[in-house]
């Protein structure tokens, strides 16, 4: 009887041991997940806004082209207009920006990078986008 009970405590104990190795083992996990997902997030409020410049750039971009072909401007005040515009959307001064008329529509190519300082990593964002007017140029 003595033996039976030596070897209940020694399988009660073993089983409180595998349960307190497998709570810890489930902190640490937890601890990971919280610790990547944080950096996920960080790296999301660091992206978004430079994604949603961009967005915005390339619409103005647009509506410049559209605006230059219809009112008669030339290829000048289209670069004119995205170097202004391009202050409010944090476009750097080194960006490319060439406009032209090309198969009588008005076009415009700008091309420029942006770093994003992640932890432990800068990534360049690169921006290379060209917009064409949709209507025809106006022969005046």
Do not use: C
Request: charged fraction near 20%; proline fraction near 3%.
């Amino acid at each position: 009887m003595n033996t039976e009970t030596d070897e209940t405590n020694f399988m009660n104990t073993q089983s409180l041991l595998n349960q307190h190795s497998q709570q810890g083992g489930a902190r640490l996990k937890l601890t990971i997940f919280i610790v990547i997902f944080a950096l996920v997030i960080y790296g999301g409020y660091l992206y978004i806004p430079v994604a949603v410049d961009s967005y915005y750039f390339k619409d103005i971009m647009q509506n410049k082209v559209d605006m230059a072909v219809t009112q008669g401007y030339d290829s000048n005040w289209v670069t004119e207009q995205l170097k202004k515009n391009g202050k409010d959307y944090n476009v750097p001064d080194n960006a490319a920006i060439s406009a032209a008329q090309k198969e009588g529509r008005m076009e415009v190519h700008v091309q420029f990078s942006r770093p994003i300082s992640l932890p432990g990593y800068t990534y360049n964002y690169e921006f290379d986008y060209t917009a064409k007017s949709t209507a025809f140029l106006n022969i005046k």
